[in-house]
């Protein structure tokens, strides 16, 4: 049985928390609580009064506005095509994860795409899609294809944006595994090539589980980022063409203060926070049954 902590020790450990406890509470607890509260009135945001109108803005959200539906659809594609960058990233890392010659330039090269802004990458890609001078459809006139404007594309254009958000984020995947791949134990590895292990079954049985702790951060990061996509869709499209890319946090911003409805906008945060809770919470929960299984 584990000896008990003095009691000394916990005062102590409880006044050294208090501080970050204090400012977690002001700056996320609170604003949490805020945007739940404020989701039941109706408020332009300018004038001291609201008015208690309580769950009609969810009602509106949910029953009479199809652009929020459009919304929901879209960040369910950037969850579903964001998770590969967990799998993009640990492939990258485990490619630049050697001892050859030119390997740290490699890294840097592959490293590059984490360290710039987001909106950056949302004005190189957007270059990158125009049809006028960008260079997919010079790529695409060159074997002879047609041009296309993804942007413009009510159907694609989601998938566009998508695609260029994945450049920074598989980056950060990578750098999390290369961590990851830095602190496993090399003694294991040596073992299990005398045993005969090589290949995926080397790394299905000894280096996956070590990386666990990585991918775990990896899958909750990447979909945070999916859900709260904003930067891009801002920059590239501003929730166009006729609101077909907008996502849930862009929808909100555009509620909140280019419409005047605050409260709308609030219980728009309140529905995207509930869904990132019971994701994650659910994730969380099935990542310790592993460790305690040992699987």
Known sequence: MAASIPREHRRAAFWFLLPALIMFTVYVIYPILQSFWISFHEWDGLTDTMEWVGLRNYEDLIFYDFEFWTAILNNLWWLIFYLLAPLFGLLMALFLNQ??????????????????????????????????????????????????????????????????????????????????????????????????????????????????????????????????????????TNGGPFGSSTVLAFKMYEEAIFNFRVGYGASIAVVLFLIMAVYIAYFLTRMLQQERSGG
């Open 99 to 236: 001892t050859v010659p030119g390997i740290r330039i490699a890294k840097s090269l592959f490293f590059f795409p984490f360290v710039i802004s987001q909106v950056v990458v949302g004005l190189v890609f957007s270059w990158f899609y125009d049809p006028s001078f960008g260079l997919l459809n010079e790529v695409l006139g060159f074997f002879g294809l047609p041009g296309i404007s993804l942007l413009s594309s009510e159907r694609w254009v989601t998938f566009a944006i998508i695609f260029a958000g994945l450049w920074p984020q598989t980056a950060y995947c990578m750098i999390l595994y290369l961590t990851g791949l830095n602190n496993i134990n090399p003694e294991q590895i040596e073992a299990a090539r005398i045993d005969g292990a090589k290949g995926f079954t080397l790394y299905w049985n000894v280096i996956r589980p070590q990386l666990a702790p990585a991918t775990f951060l990896a899958i909750v990061v990447t979909v945070i980022g999916a859900l709260r996509s904003f930067d891009l869709v801002s920059i590239m």
